[in-house]
Every structure is written in C-alpha cells, then in structure tokens.
C-alpha cells in the first residue's frame, strides 16, 4: 500500500489498486466511534453515449439512468430492499448521483462488518424486474416534481444552459418524466455492467481502522470478475467558447428574486488544484463577508448574506457561479463585474493575506467529520486530484498568480445571470 | 463523563467539554428566555444587530476582518425555539492552535470577541447605532417573508402554528413582521439591557483543551458585568384533549402537495418520553418506517414520506410531498398506519431495528461538536441529567406493550394541505 502523509493537518491516506484495477483508499482516524465507507462509479448523468469495451457496441441512453440506476440497486432477489437491511443494523445508509459519478455509502457506530457484507452484496449483485422497474418511475416522478418546486435548483439547470450550448452537463441528473418512461431492465444492465466493473470503480473508508487488516476485508467481499478493458465515453463536441445566452429567467412564488451570476472558464489542462485555491481566494475577495461590495450591498439593503460561491470543474466543464437572493439582481451583476475590473487594476495585498489564512483555515475544518473527509477524497479522485494537495500546495498560490487567474476567468463577455422572479 | 459543569453565578453556567476528535474548537453561548408574542420579534432583532458591531470593533466589516485574520474562525447567530422557551444562540468556531502553522492564542482570542459581540455592543447616544437597528429590520422582515421559499418547511411552520394557535410554541422563531415598525432603537437597547441580566445564560467551550478555563472566563470584563439572576422560563404546557381534527388547506403555486399532520400525545409520564422516541422511529423514521414502507414504496406516493418527534412538545409531525390528487389515498394509508401502531400491528423486530437506529444515534453524540453542545444543553434546559451510557440502556429496556400504550396515547389534532 501507498502511504501518504500530511503533516500540517496530522492525517494519512493508504492507497492500494487492486489486482481486478479497483482503489482502495483508507483514511484511519483513532479517536471516533464512527466508521464511514462510501463506494463509488465513475459514472453519472453526463455518461449518456459510450462504447461498450467487450462489444464494441455505441450506445446512447435516456438521461437520467444513471440515477435510476442507483435507486433500483437496493432491490434484491429475496424481496429485501437492502437499504432496509442497512437502517435494521442501525447504520445511516444512502446513496447519490452526480454529475460524474454514483456513490453507496453508510456510516456506523456498531454492526460495521455486518454492514459491510450487505452494502458489497449488493453493489455487485443487481436485481432488476420489468415490475420493479416500473414501480420506481412512480417514486423517481415524484423526486423531479420535488425539484420542479426548488428554485435553487430550476435557478441552477437556467445558468447550465446559458453557460453552454451543448454540454452534457446540463442533462438533469434525474432525467425527465418522459425519459425515464424509456428505461427498462435490459438497458439498466447493459449499464450496470458497463459501469460496474471494479475497474472503473474506487472505494474510501475513513474511521478506527488498521489499514491491512480493513483492506484484506473488502478483498473478501470482492466477487471475481473477468477484466473489462477502457470505456469509451463520447461527450458532445467541444463548442466555440460563446456562451450560449445572456440571461434567462423564470417565475415562481418566493419571496424575492434569486440569482445566479456565472463565468464560463477555458477549460485548459493545467494544475486544477492550484486553480481552484486561487479562485476560492478572489471569490471571496470580491463578494465575500469582509468585502467592500459586500458591505455596500448589505448596507443598501440588497444582500442579506454574503452570497455563495461554486467553481466547478471537470475534462469536459468550467465555470465559476455567484448565487444569492436580491431585490435587485441586475445591479448585484452590475457591481459585482466594476468590481472584477476595479482588482484588475490591482488588488490589496493585505486583504488578499488575510482572505489566504481564511481559506487555510476552512481546508482544516474539513477534517472535522469523516464523512466529509471520505466524500471528498472520493469526489476528487475522479476528477483526478488527491485530496491532500488543496493543503500541500496552498503556499504555492501567490498574489501574482491570483491575479492572473483573475484575468483568465473573469471575463465580461463570458457573463451570464439567471434569475427566478418573484410570481 | 467529560462535560464539567460550573455555576459562575446563579443564573449562569460554564459548560467545559472536553473532545480530541476535532481539528477545531468551538465555543457557544445560549441565551434563554420565555417565548412571548411581546418578546418573540425583539429577541430575533437583537440577535441581528449585535452581530453588526462591538465597542471595540465598530462595524460589521471589522469583525469580519478579524475572524478572518483568526484563519477563518466563523461566527454565527441563531434563533430557536426551545419548547415553550427561546433561545438566541451565538457560536465561534476556531482551528485548534495545533493545526496552525505558527503559535497564535486562538481560543482565548474568539472567546473574548464572542462575549464582546454578545455583552458589549457599540452603542450610540445610549442606543443601539439607529442605522444598524433600521437595517436590520428590514432584513428581518424579508426573513420572515422568505418563510414561503421552502414549501417543505413552510408547511410544517403553518401546521404548528395552527396547532398551537394563541400559544407560546405556535410562535413564528423570528417573530412578526407588524412588530417589527414599532421597535425603535433606544427601545430595543432598553430590553436589550433588562434581558441580559434576566435570562439564563450557559456557556460552552468544547475542543482538545487541556487548561481549565473557568478562572479566564470569570475574569472576562464582560461576565464581570453579569449579575445574578432568577431564572424565569417557562414550564412547557402539557397537551390539551383533541375535540376536533382541525383541517386546514391552502393553496400556491406548487407541482407537489404537501401534507402535514400534526400529532399529539397526551398524558405522557417521565420515563414515556423514551418510549415515544422508539413510537416515532417504527412509524416514520428511516427506510424501515411505516410511513415509508407504505406511503413510498407499496403506493409510490411520495418521495419523502416520515415523522420527527419533537420530546419537549410530546408533538409528532408527519410529513409527505405527494401528488395534489392523492390527497385523501396518502392520508388513509397514514391514518392505517397510526391504526396499526395502536392495534399493536408491529413486530419485536421493527422494534429492535428501531432501538439499533436510535442507539446508533446516540453514539454519534459525541462525533460532532454542536450535536454535543445541544445534547446537555437540552438536559440543562429539562434539568434532566442522565448519561449516554443510562440514556442507551433506558432505549435498550423498552417493550412492545410499552410501544403500544403510547400509540393509544396519539391523537391527530391538525392535518394541513398545501396545494395549487
């Protein structure tokens, strides 16, 4: 096993790639009673079109199977829902889709083993009937109508398309009524043996473990399986950097309108950790609590908190998005681009000290809860980055270097806002 | 146990805690007092405005600048209610001084600003700064109109407050937005200074924090200022019999309906209020659920489906985001299962799947830093002091007779509808 180390926040990480070419990473923490495991595919909404590895077959599938995947994977052949078996052992289990991967997990204070075996079994043993794959379109309908009703998230899906003309970012995760309609069993197999083979596969367990005796246990509970060689994925095109629109908006009953200001990236190869440093830092300088903007906005009355801040990124995505609720959106986006362009000109060298020292901070607080810790290193795996990096490079991420990102990303023309009205 | 408790002086408490899990420390500070419709919007309105300055650091911007100088320290201040009671809420929340790259006194320095931002706000022609007070108004007020932005939430709010109509917990937590014109500024900072010297105060400090503090506390200017106190809360009042089921529906622009049930359990003794803890898991909590296993998976009438059980209240409310026409079939199928739970319709083993998944919760205590705070700060509040270890064995000992005396104890007494 591979160890690495960080000494700033006193926490190691062992890594094992398996012989069937799953990952293993094992993260101990003496002092918790709790023991949190999640497993994880690299496969999510975006994974629409794909080559299967053994035929050669191209496939293109409904949006949202992903998804349907995951909620059809607790049903097992005895009748027994397996996430009822976890909930009876006294676990808290559960499961999600992303955009680029699906994930089962639990965490447990006692009857970990016992847990183990079922959260394995089921993972590899899929059990889908045309009957019960039709009842779960009742269920899933549901879950998108509870979206329909979320401004937040019909404020997200309107910043995707303005973003992007063709991304398979912008597929809702889960689906739509009329294209889960499509989903039947074979596809879900189809899928599922595509997409989890352990190859393609990476599980993280952090909690009271000795690392070779918890690595032999999930050896154990390992079924055997032929190796499967790359899956093809095929994304559309790569388009013209245009956004594809300005703005969009939409009407629901809230109490005041809710807006999402965005920034198209370039999407580049480079040191995505580094990157991401940088623009948490100047995120928060140009909105954040102690800013000016943010002090004047709040003053006027048109933030009530400081907004909140995403960078998101993959192979095929880029984008940074502000997102808050405000009386006023336009002229939220109006200040917010003077003030991209007033630090253009040049940006305090203490505020950008003191804004440094805060994000340090918030990377150790992560470290507080294991289960935070496991879905982290899960989720950045498959974006191809090790955790510990955020702490390793932070001081590598210098003023210069801040400014210069801040040239790269935050570019007028590549503005977009959405915003839901209030009805 | 590893929670020290010591009375600083009558009416005030130190809570010490001591944990090595985190990274981080965290310290809070809880003031309580009864909830009343004249008091309910002043507290919320306070709590908004101490945040904006101390006398030392005259602006919202400076205190900021400083928790961000102290790597991030957060700050943060809430409201809540506390069955009958209320109770404004402030935590400060610092990186351990040995996850810190250089030497730095981080945990004196956050507890110092805490109880400066609590106990020492800046202050104007004797007032509260006028400016800071009229801002926060206004955004108190678009809190309270935000109510409706989660209709989940917003249902469950409107069935409480119908539920308890013209009493202390039926009460909106940030108060009313025609209460809120009349406050002026030197009036707020008038109360202000009656209600810190009544109200119950506790003081939390939890962390790897080897030194006791209390001397450094007792020597704070700001705690030096306190005086002692008789404390004045409220005793929660005890249900009242259900006459009538009360109907409410209302309408909004929605896709799903959401439905709301409001139960009450009467006549509840002491030891029982474990017992309805076990009541509510079997019947909505989790995957296992009644609730869920029904209304979710045999119907597919909803994607959320379950029960919270609020102990201080003997209140349980069932919740479900269904399909606008399914109204009458989701509440039959929840009517059964309330049937079922008195006809004794449930197994030994829902009963030890209950007790596993209430256990497990209870071992999880300790692994968060406010979960803890709010474990003995509940206990300090009921004056119930029992330790993890009889709290566990107190759920192991429950029987299915015991389970099944409380279910002939619930009654529904308010079914709330949000539709279109």
Same mark, same amino acid.
């Given at each position: 096993m591979e160890l690495i180390e960080s000494l700033k926040i006193k926490e190691k990480l062992y890594i094992e790639k398996l012989k069937n070419g799953m990952t293993v990473m094992i993260i101990p923490k003496e002092n918790t009673n709790?023991?949190?495991?999640?497993w994880g595919t690299h496969?999510?909404?975006?994974?629409?079109?794909?080559?299967?590895?053994?035929?050669?077959?191209?496939?293109?599938?409904?949006?949202?199977?992903?998804?349907?995947?995951?909620?059809?994977?607790?049903?097992?052949?005895?009748?027994?829902?397996?996430?009822?078996?976890?909930?009876?052992?006294?676990?808290?289990?559960?499961?999600?889709?992303?955009? &680029?991967?699906?994930?089962?997990?639990?965490?447990?204070?006692?009857?970990?083993?016992?847990?183990?075996?079922?959260?394995?079994?089921?993972?590899?043993?899929?059990?889908?009937?045309?009957? &019960?794959?039709?009842?779960?379109?009742?269920?899933?309908?549901?879950?998108?109508?509870?979206?329909?009703?979320?401004?937040?998230w019909q404020l997200y899906m309107n910043a995707l398309d303005c973003l992007y003309k063709e991304n398979a970012i912008k597929?809702?995760?889960?689906?739509?009524?009329?294209?889960?309609?499509?989903?039947?069993?074979?596809?879900?197999?189809?899928?599922?043996?595509?997409?989890?083979?352990?190859?393609?596969?990476?599980?993280?367990?952090?909690?009271?473990?000795?690392?070779?005796?918890?690595?032999?246990?999930?050896? &154990?509970?390992?079924?055997?399986?032929?190796?499967?060689?790359?899956?093809?994925?095929?994304?559309?095109?790569?388009?013209?950097?245009?956004?594809?629109?300005?703005?969009?908006?939409?009407?629901?009953?809230?109490?005041?309108?809710?807006?999402?200001?965005?920034?198209?990236?370039?999407n580049e190869e480079e040191d995505k950790v580094k990157k991401h440093i940088a623009m948490e830092i100047i995120l928060d300088m140009i909105a954040g609590k102690s800013s000016k903007l943010y002090q004047k906005l709040y003053e006027e009355g048109l933030l009530l908190s400081p907004p909140s801040f995403d960078y998101e990124f993959d192979k095929n995505y880029e984008f940074v998005m502000i997102t808050g609720q405000s009386s006023d959106p336009e002229k939220i986006k109006k200040e917010i681009l003077a003030q991209v362009e007033e630090y253009k000109k040049g940006i305090d060298e203490k505020h950008f000290e003191r804004i440094k020292k805060k994000v340090y901070g918030d990377y150790v607080t992560e470290y507080n809860s294991i289960s935070d810790i496991a879905r982290m290193f899960l989720s950045d795996y498959f974006k191809g980055i090790n955790s510990f990096d955020y702490i390793e490079q932070y001081n590598t991420v210098n003023f210069e270097y801040v400014k210069q990102v801040l040239e790269e990303i935050f570019d007028e023309k590549k503005c977009i806002m959405s915003v839901v009205r209030k009805k | 146990m590893n929670n020290e408790t010591v009375e600083i002086k009558k009416g005030i408490k130190l809570h010490q805690i001591q944990t090595n899990k985190?990274?981080?420390?965290?310290?809070?500070?809880?003031?309580?007092?009864?909830l009343t419709k004249e008091t309910v919007t002043k507290n919320a309105l306070i709590a908004a405005v101490l945040r904006r300055g101390t006398a030392k650091m005259h602006s919202q911007e400076m205190i900021s600048q400083n928790l961000e100088e102290m790597y991030g320290a957060t700050f943060d201040c809430g409201i809540e209610k506390t069955g009958d009671n209320h109770t404004i809420k402030?935590?400060?929340?610092?990186?351990?001084?040995?996850?810190?790259?250089?030497?730095?006194?981080?945990?004196?320095?956050?507890?110092?600003?805490?109880?400066?931002?609590?106990?020492?706000?800046?202050?104007?022609?004797?007032?509260?700064?006028?400016?800071?007070?009229?801002?926060?108004?206004?955004?108190?007020k678009q809190i309270i109109e935000g109510k409706i932005d989660s209709k989940d939430r917003y249902a469950i709010e409107r069935c409480v407050e119908e539920m308890y109509k013209?009493?202390?917990?039926?009460?909106?937590?940030?108060?009313?937005?025609?209460?809120?014109?009349?406050?002026?500024?030197?009036e707020l900072y008038d109360y202000y200074k009656t209600m810190i010297q009544e109200c119950k105060i506790d003081i939390f400090v939890s962390g790897d924090i080897k030194e006791n503090i209390t001397q450094d506390i007792e020597k704070n200017e700001n705690i030096q200022k306190l005086i002692e106190r008789e404390l004045k809360l409220l005793k929660d009042e005890d249900n009242t019999e259900v006459l009538d089921v009360k109907k409410v529906t209302e309408s909004m622009q929605v896709t799903q309906g959401k439905l709301v049930l409001g139960l009450q359990i009467n006549g509840v003794e002491k030891e029982e209020s474990y017992v309805g803890t076990i009541y509510n898991t079997i019947l909505g909590v989790g995957a296992n659920s009644k609730l869920f296993q029904n209304v979710r998976e045999k119907e597919s009438l909803a994607y959320t489906c379950g029960s919270n059980y609020i102990k201080r209240k003997q209140l349980i409310l069932v919740r479900a985001g269904i399909e606008i026409k399914n109204e009458e079939k989701a509440l039959e199928i929840i009517q059964k299962q309330l049937d079922d739970m008195k006809n004794g319709d449930f197994s030994e083993e829902d009963i030890g799947n209950s007790k596993n998944l209430i256990l497990s919760t209870i071992d999880n205590i300790t692994e968060e830093?406010?979960?803890?705070?709010?474990?003995?700060?509940?206990q300090e509040l009921s004056n119930n002091f029992i330790s993890v270890e009889e709290y566990r064995s107190k759920i192991q000992d429950i029987t299915k007779e015991q389970v099944q005396k409380i279910a002939s104890k619930v009654k529904v007494d308010t079914i709330y509808f949000l539709r279109d």
């Open positions: 709790k023991k949190y495991v999640i496969f999510g909404s975006i994974d629409n079109h794909f080559i299967l590895p053994e035929t050669g077959e191209e496939v293109v599938v409904p949006d949202g199977v992903a998804h349907f995947l995951e909620h059809k994977m607790f049903e097992q052949s005895s009748g027994r829902n397996s996430l009822d078996t976890l909930m009876a052992l006294g676990v808290e289990a559960n499961a999600y889709t992303t955009n &680029n991967h699906t994930s089962y997990l639990f965490e447990a204070t006692n009857n970990f083993y016992e847990a183990l075996d079922e959260l394995m079994d089921y993972v590899q043993n899929p059990y889908f009937t045309d009957e &019960n794959v039709e009842k779960e379109k009742g269920i899933i309908a549901q879950e998108i109508n509870m979206y329909d009703d979320d401004p937040g597929i809702d995760i889960a689906g739509t009524v009329e294209s889960i309609g499509k989903i039947d069993k074979d596809l879900l197999y189809k899928c599922y043996n595509t997409f989890y083979h352990p190859s393609n596969m990476v599980l993280v367990v952090c909690g009271d473990f000795k690392p070779e005796e918890i690595l032999q246990e999930i050896k &154990n509970r390992l079924v055997e399986k032929p190796m499967q060689g790359e899956i093809k994925r095929i994304y559309p095109e790569s388009e013209e950097e245009e956004i594809n629109k300005p703005y969009m908006e939409a009407d629901m009953e809230i109490s005041k309108p809710a807006f999402l200001i965005g920034f198209r990236g370039k | 985190f990274k981080t420390n965290l310290l809070a500070v809880f003031l309580s007092l009864p402030f935590y400060l929340e610092a990186i351990n001084d040995q996850f810190l790259p250089e030497k730095e006194d981080l945990l004196r320095r956050g507890m110092d600003l805490l109880l400066d931002i609590i106990f020492n706000p800046y202050i104007e022609k004797e007032m509260f700064k006028e400016e800071y007070v009229e801002g926060e108004k206004q955004n108190l013209d009493k202390p917990y039926g009460l909106y937590k940030f108060g009313y937005i025609e209460d809120i014109e009349k406050i002026t500024s030197k830093q406010d979960t803890e705070i709010s474990y003995y700060f509940g």
